[in-house]
């Protein structure tokens, strides 16, 4: 049977994934995948905790609706960041990309 | 017994396409496998019986946030270049090994409250009703209208050519 304990490891399997890929690549727009990974393991957790917790609220859905909102959003600012820092430097290189170092 | 073959084998394609997203050289070929993995997802919702989500998952993922990263790949034509790693390879696989497996810990050791009501079955009206009805987050949505808004202003300023 598969209970809620299956989709919560799965989720943080997930979002481990994403996260080691956020810390470890270069590629700036590998990142923005890694980061839409994570966000998509936390919208999993919600709707099984959702299903399984508190079946006839949907609480869990709404939350995962405003993730999704907020992920299209930061997907649409950080790929045109991404795009205007190529425009000027031609790199996407995030180790390279350091004018703000303290 | 369809429940659990559908879910073991949308959760190692799910796990497979995210893992082929951190480790696959070419970035175009990354891309797609992410979208791989939001299909997946997209299903794993169908087997959480959240339909509207499952529709919204590959509208929004699939349709549209695909579309944009495939084109930032296209644009910024650093595919020779490949997924290269930085130098923390190591620490960051301890810290998230560690993350992964305090996570399973806290997962297994707590004692979840399952309910056994059924879950709601077309989740559509449930969903308007719990977004737009009395004591529901009407003021969330016109929020994140003007959040997305922003978000479409700012990303055209950001690209637009001087």
């Known amino acids: 049977m ?3 304990e299956h989709y919560l490891i799965l989720a943080a399997l997930l979002f481990s994934i994403g996260l080691y890929g956020a810390l470890v690549k270069r590629n700036a727009v590998i990142i923005l995948m890694c980061i839409e990974i994570m966000l998509n393991a936390v919208n999993i957790m919600l709707i099984a905790f959702s299903r ?7 609480t869990g859905q709404v939350f995962a609706i405003f993730v999704i909102v907020v992920a299209a959003a930061e997907a649409a600012v950080g790929l045109a960041i991404i795009i205007a820092i190529y425009r000027n430097r031609q790199l ?4 390279k990309i350091n004018l703000m170092k303290w | 017994m369809a429940l659990q073959i559908s879910f ?10 995210a893992l082929a997203v951190v480790f696959l050289r070419n970035v175009f070929r990354a891309a797609f496998a992410l979208i791989m993995s939001f299909l997946a997802i997209a299903g ?3 087997t959480l019986s959240a339909d509207f989500l499952a529709v919204v998952q590959i509208l929004v993922y699939v349709g549209a946030i695909s579309i944009l990263i495939i084109l930032a790949v296209m644009l910024t034509r650093e595919l020779h270049q490949g997924n290269p790693s930085n130098n923390l390879e190591l620490p960051a696989l301890i810290v998230v090994l560690l993350f992964l497996a305090a ?11 399952v309910s056994a009501v059924p879950p709601v079955a077309p989740t559509t009206s449930a ?3 719990a977004l737009f009805g009395g004591g529901g987050f009407l003021l969330a949505v016109e929020i994140s209208v003007v959040l997305l808004l922003a ?8 690209v637009r050519e001087k």
Do not use: E, H, R
């Open chain 1, 2 to 4: 598969i209970g809620l």
């Open chain 1, 52 to 58: 399984f917790v508190v079946p006839a609220m949907l």
């Open chain 1, 92 to 95: 996407i290189d995030i180790s």
């Open chain 2, 8 to 17: 073991w084998i949308l959760a190692v394609v799910a796990v497979v396409a």
């Open chain 2, 44 to 46: 794993l919702y169908i």
């Open chain 2, 103 to 113: 996570g399973v810990w806290i997962v297994l050791a707590t004692n979840w409250k």
């Open chain 2, 127 to 129: 969903l308007a009703q």
């Open chain 2, 151 to 158: 978000a479409v202003i700012g990303a055209i300023v950001l």
